[in-house]
């Protein structure tokens, strides 16, 4: 089975701009290649892919405005994370769409987020000027993991 989430894509213009960001290199650290810069708005681990189109074709899942920043943030013991503010709603309608198809829904708050590096020893020093780069979401996306460490659209699906 497919290793699947649903996630919001930044506009190619927020790519760009982060891509641009300097990027420490130290041992341990793993930055986000921009290709794969992401919101994931929810985690369905390996599940039946048609389960999840089904439950998501159904579902209506409101406009979202994201902010991100305005600087990087650690989350948890191995994240550097810039926040996205304006997609709690949408996650929670993702949510309650998809609530009986894939890995059970965390028993903690959704923390929107876009991850830009992960570390293992000492959190990379992300000396980055405030960010404040928004943008309207237009639809989601169900992603699949793929084994060899690449994302790939499976479908997407316009907000009301």
Same mark, same amino acid.
């Given at each position: 089975?497919? +290793?699947?989430?649903? $996630?919001?894509?930044?506009?190619?213009? !927020?790519?760009?701009?982060? $891509? *641009?960001?300097?990027?420490?290199?130290?041992?341990?650290?793993?930055?986000?290649?921009?290709?794969?810069?992401?919101?994931?708005?929810?985690? &369905?681990?390996?599940?039946?892919?048609?389960?999840?189109?089904?439950? &998501?074709?159904?579902?209506?899942?409101?406009?979202?405005?994201?902010?991100?920043?305005?600087?990087? *943030?650690?989350?948890? +013991?191995?994240?550097?994370?810039?926040? $996205?503010?304006?997609?709690?709603?949408?996650?929670?309608?993702?949510?309650?769409?998809?609530?009986?198809?894939?890995?059970? &829904?965390?028993? +903690?708050?959704?923390?929107?987020?876009?991850? !830009?590096?992960?570390?293992?020893? +000492?959190?990379?020093? $992300?000396?980055?000027?405030?960010?404040?780069?928004?943008?309207?979401?237009?639809?989601?996306?169900?992603?699949?993991?793929?084994?060899?460490?690449?994302?790939?659209?499976?479908?997407?699906?316009? &907000?009301?």
């Amino acid at each position: 089975m497919p +290793r699947l989430f649903v $996630a919001v894509w930044p506009p190619d213009s !927020v790519v760009e701009d982060l $891509a *641009q960001l300097p990027r420490q290199a130290a041992p341990g650290v793993s930055w986000t290649k921009a290709r794969r810069l992401h919101i994931t708005l929810r985690f &369905l681990g390996e599940c039946d892919q048609d389960e999840v189109l089904s439950a &998501l074709t159904s579902g209506s899942f409101p406009n979202a405005r994201v902010t991100l920043g305005p600087s990087p *943030q650690r989350l948890g +013991r191995d994240v550097l994370m810039l926040p $996205a503010e304006g997609v709690d709603e949408l996650a929670a309608s993702v949510g309650e769409a998809t609530r009986f198809v894939g890995d059970p &829904l965390p028993d +903690r708050p959704f923390v929107g987020h876009m991850t !830009v590096a992960r570390f293992r020893r +000492r959190q990379p020093s $992300a000396d980055w000027p405030q960010l404040n780069d928004a943008f309207d979401v237009s639809h989601i996306s169900l992603v699949e993991s793929t084994p060899w460490g690449e994302y790939a659209d499976v479908a997407t699906f316009p &907000l009301r």
